[in-house]
């Protein structure tokens, strides 16, 4: 469950963990934070085996509630399947129409659930090419991994919209969203998986496989922005240096007359250190963040997020009274923590 601790800002919402221990799989998913459930020692025992996939949930597609947690489980006629997938798949509603006019049974709401179905009704024999087969039905943003009783696998989609990292861990391959994951365990950064690559680990190694037709990438820039860590290192690049580069491009841009900069906490802070030493001005910590409180761009519902932001922020007001703020926020997307 560390791997997952290291990437809870990704999602607060849910958390899942699928494990198999040679014989059988076994599951658990809960509502809450990884440390809400997954240090409880009745779900640790549970999670038997010697490898494992697992999930923090931040919906894109479909509501809250245990039904659209993952990873997805199944049992097929050739044995257990879990998927996880972090993304957004835009012709998922399309595909799951044709699916449950096929015959097929959806369980949930999530877009991630329609990976799995495609998998089971594929025509292909072997595993890889009925995966192959499924990735290349969906689109959007996907980086999922999967895992069978006999292999792990890892697909990130032809434009590279999600990050997806790979890892060696004293001869374990891991997969994950973010270095900072594979930092937490001790596990050694070995490369991030490319656009439109698949790659399939077995116990005689790991394959690359290219399924899809070349494209010109467009990497999510939020992730630099907001979603990752400032400690991980996305597509080669250190997230909190990319964040004082926009600082400080950010101040030579607008160059304004002011005593303090000042952070929105946490994600604004590397970006106003940026600005504050291009700029040549004071930084302060004129706002204070409760860290009890989770990341509220992510939180789902306006009300949920609005309380969120009251909670979270509160002025250092020694700080900034009487004095010409910059006021340094890493984005402003719906405006709730703006506004208060």
């Known amino acids: 469950t560390l791997g997952l601790h290291a990437l809870q800002h990704r999602g607060q919402e849910a958390a899942g963990i699928v494990s198999y221990d040679g014989t059988q799989f076994h599951v658990e998913r809960h509502v809450g934070l990884i440390g809400d459930t997954f240090t409880k020692q009745r779900v640790i025992d549970s999670l038997q085996g010697n490898r494992a996939i697992g999930h923090t949930r931040y919906a894109t597609t479909g509501g809250a509630g245990l039904r659209n947690i993952q990873p997805f489980f199944a049992e097929l006629a050739e044995g257990g399947l879990a998927v996880a997938h972090n993304g957004n798949l835009t012709n998922a509603l399309t595909v799951q129409r044709a699916l449950q006019k096929q015959g097929s049974i959806f369980s949930s709401t999530s877009d991630t659930e329609t990976l799995l179905h495609l998998v089971a009704t594929s025509k292909e024999r072997d595993l890889n090419s009925r995966f192959i087969e499924a990735v290349r039905q969906v689109e959007g943003a996907f980086s999922l991994v999967a895992m069978t009783a006999k292999k792990m696998i890892g697909c990130r989609d032809p434009l590279g919209i999600r990050p997806l990292v790979l890892g060696d861990l004293d001869g374990a391959w891991i997969l994950a969203s973010e270095t900072c994951a594979l930092d937490i365990i001790g596990a050694r950064f070995v490369r991030d998986i490319k656009p439109g690559e698949m790659v399939v680990i077995t116990s005689k190694g790991i394959e690359s496989i290219f399924p899809f037709e070349p494209q010109k990438t467009r990497f999510c820039i939020f992730e630099y922005v907001y979603f990752a860590r400032p400690d991980s290192s ?20 607008n160059p304004v007359e002011a005593d303090i900069v000042v952070p929105v906490p946490d ?29 509220t761009f992510i939180q789902p519902g306006d009300s949920i997020r609005h309380m969120g932001v009251k909670l979270k922020h509160n002025a250092n007001r020694r700080m900034i009274e009487g004095k010409r703020v910059v006021l340094v926020d890493d984005s402003i997307v719906r405006g709730t923590t703006s506004q208060k």
């Open 234 to 253: 996305v597509e080669g690049r250190n997230v909190y240096e990319v964040r004082k580069r926009i600082g400080a491009e950010l101040a030579q841009e």
């Open 267 to 295: 994600s604004g802070t590397p970006a106003a250190i940026g600005f504050s030493q291009a700029a040549g001005i004071p930084f302060e910590l004129g706002i204070i963040r409760n860290h009890y409180v989770g990341r």
